[in-house]
Nanobody, 124 residues
């Protein structure tokens, strides 16, 4: 019902910035809460950031607060993750996710739809 495609990953030097995009196709995009997750080698997949359908509420993994910003443009059916001051520890495959939610609802788990992932590599 919802197709998600991430883009914007790549190789960046520590301290640099990268902007990930998640393009969604399908109906009722504005009714979906969105989130970003990541999985690093040897680690479990973890929650990174989430945003409510209205964009009025956001929530972040503590280690990325002040460095990452999640936003959405419902007119473009796109969610973004702006990543600044990147660290080698941020290296991972990043996934976007979507699920039906009420206004201002923030979710860190239980997402129904997932993208294919995009690789982010931060060098020292």
């Amino acid at each position: 019902q919802v197709q998600l495609v991430e883009s914007g990953g790549g190789l960046v030097q520590a301290g640099g910035s990268l902007r990930l995009s998640c393009a969604a196709s399908g109906r009722t995009f504005s009714n979906y809460a969105m989130g970003w997750f990541r999985q690093a080698p040897g680690k479990e997949r973890e929650f990174v950031a989430a945003i409510s359908w209205s964009g009025g509420s956001t929530y972040y993994l503590d280690s990325v607060k002040g460095r990452f910003t999640i936003s959405r443009d419902n007119a473009k059916n796109t969610v973004y993750l702006q990543m600044n001051s990147l660290k080698p520890e941020d290296t991972a495959v990043y996934y976007c996710a979507a699920t039906r939610a009420l206004p201002d609802t923030i979710l860190t788990q239980g997402y129904r739809y997932w993208g294919q992932g995009t690789q982010v590599t931060v060098s020292s």
